[in-house]
């Protein structure tokens, strides 16, 4: 009785209930990732939204479990995506590269970010902001539209462009980039960009 209470006012027994079923999201899609290439600057920039292999099959809006494979532009397996749906407007969303792993905890508009295990920043509408100080970190923004950009520190990164229409077989680049993100900025920018194709290519609620 008192641990459903606390689950229901989103206090610790919500978050450590889904820290375990992150490790269940990380068994499920542990035999993709060595199937995934090497993740460099130049494969950064062939992002694309295409989809390889996704389970279900057929995306299907009350599947508590969904992941997929994104490739590059050229087929080649990028990134992989997997969600978990909870009552309530909760989820939990993992995607990872060949080298890190993002985590998104979602509680209705709040969503935490654990990067790599550790619990690092959030989200909230279109920016994300570290912890402790709080401040801004990252944002989206459409300085040039109709595209929205992510935004690190002064610096545009790059315009988030929308998936390509059609069944012609083309398949178009996730990222229009304005300048080159290294280090902790491109964590960041990833960080954001990430969030925003999962909206894209996740089903929806």
């Not at 994104?70 to 909870?86: M, N």
């Not at 969303?93 to 993002?102: A, C, H």
């Not at 998104?104 to 100080?133: C, D, H, W």
């Amino acid at each position: 009785m008192i641990r459903t209470i606390l689950e229901f006012l989103n206090l610790e027994p919500v978050r450590n209930r889904m820290l375990r079923d992150a490790e269940l999201l990380r068994k499920d899609i542990y035999p993709w990732i060595q199937e995934l290439v090497t993740w460099d600057d130049e494969e950064r920039a062939l992002t694309s939204y295409h989809i390889q292999e996704q389970h279900p099959k057929r995306w299907a809006r009350n599947a508590k479990i969904v992941r997929c494979k994104v490739t590059s532009i050229y087929h080649e397996p990028l990134l992989i995506f997997a969600r978990r749906k909870y009552a309530g407007n909760k989820s939990l969303i993992l995607i990872r590269n060949s080298r890190d792993e993002y985590l998104y905890q979602v509680r209705g508009s709040q969503v935490e970010v654990v990067f790599n295990g550790t619990l690092s920043a959030m989200i909230e509408g279109n920016k994300l902001y570290s912890l402790k100080p709080r401040r801004v970190l990252a944002s989206q923004e459409t300085p040039h539209p109709p595209y929205p950009s992510v935004v690190v520190g002064k610096d545009e990164i790059a315009q988030l462009l929308p998936a390509a229409n059609g069944s012609n077989g083309y398949v178009s680049r996730a990222f229009s980039f304005m300048k080159d993100p290294e280090g902790d900025v491109e964590i960041l920018f990833l960080t954001l960009a990430y969030w925003e194709m999962a909206q894209r290519i996740l089903p929806k609620d």
